[in-house]
T-cell receptor
Framework: EAEVAQSPRYKITEKSQAVAFWCDPISGHATLYWYRQILGQGPELLVQFQDESVVDDSQLPKDRFSAERLKGVDSTLKIQPAELGDSAMYLC????????????FGPGTRLTVT | KQEVTQIPAALSVPEGENLVLNCSFTDSAIYNLQWFRQDPGKGLTSLLLIQSSQREQTSGRLNASLDKSSGRSTLYIAASQPGDSATYLCAGLDNYGQNFVFGPGTRLSVLP
């Protein structure tokens, strides 16, 4: 069964350092999402891609976060510099198309900033 | 801004019980709705998706319904099992947006 892949699964970094997460969506899925989930809360959307284009990044803290999906397949989310408040689970999801198609999630990357 | 609440926040039941989890949206204009389960420290697993033209979906012991007039959804779990223990999250897509807004989840414990 096709799955969304993410790496690394866990990342510990010191504040002010740079960190990057990688996501490979299910093959053929045009839409890719990055979410941040703080413990005890639901995921919050950071950025949404349709193929290689950004559809929504209104909740992405652009002073320190960046995301790209250069060839419309896999994607990288970067934080520079990391802050203590960035400690969270970062989840990637994909769906066949936009507007309400079923979303499939990867296992997530647990980030701890010390 | 769309906000989602889930009641109860936590639930503990003995094995075999039928149970209902609730999800409600401040804006009832929900295009479609998806229920997920999340095991501790893991990603989300899709359970059911209710499309815009539907009112409910069923998969095995799970049944989800959506009342668009009130913006409320329920997830019914029949004959609960210890393996059902997880956090259950609902997410709704409004008619104006292109992304899901998640509830905080209901943490379910099914005791053997």
């Amino acid at each position: 069964e096709a799955e969304v892949a993410q790496s690394p699964r866990y990342k510990i970094t010191e504040k002010s350092q740079a960190v990057a997460f990688w996501c490979d969506p299910i093959s053929g899925h045009a839409t890719l999402y990055w979410y941040r989930q703080i413990l005890g809360q639901g995921p919050e959307l950071l950025v949404q891609f349709q193929d290689e284009s950004v559809v929504d990044d209104s909740q992405l803290p652009k002073d320190r976060f960046s995301a790209e999906r250069l060839k419309g397949v896999d994607s990288t989310l970067k934080i520079q510099p990391a802050e203590l408040g960035d400690s969270a689970m970062y989840l990637c999801a994909s769906s066949l198309l936009l507007a309400g198609y079923e979303q499939y999630f990867g296992p997530g990357t647990r980030l701890t900033v010390t | 801004k769309q906000e989602v609440t889930q009641i109860p926040a936590a639930l503990s039941v003995p094995e075999g019980e039928n149970l209902v989890l609730n999800c409600s949206f401040t804006d009832s204009a929900i295009y479609n709705l998806q229920w997920f389960r999340q095991d501790p420290g893991k990603g989300l697993t899709s359970l059911l998706l209710i499309q815009s033209s539907q009112r409910e979906q069923t998969s095995g012991r799970l049944n989800a319904s959506l009342d668009k007039s009130s913006g409320r959804s329920t997830l019914y779990i029949a004959a609960s099992q210890p393996g059902d223990s997880a956090t259950y999250l609902c997410a709704g897509l409004d008619n104006y947006g292109q992304n899901f807004v998640f509830g905080p989840g209901t943490r379910l414990s099914v005791l053997p």
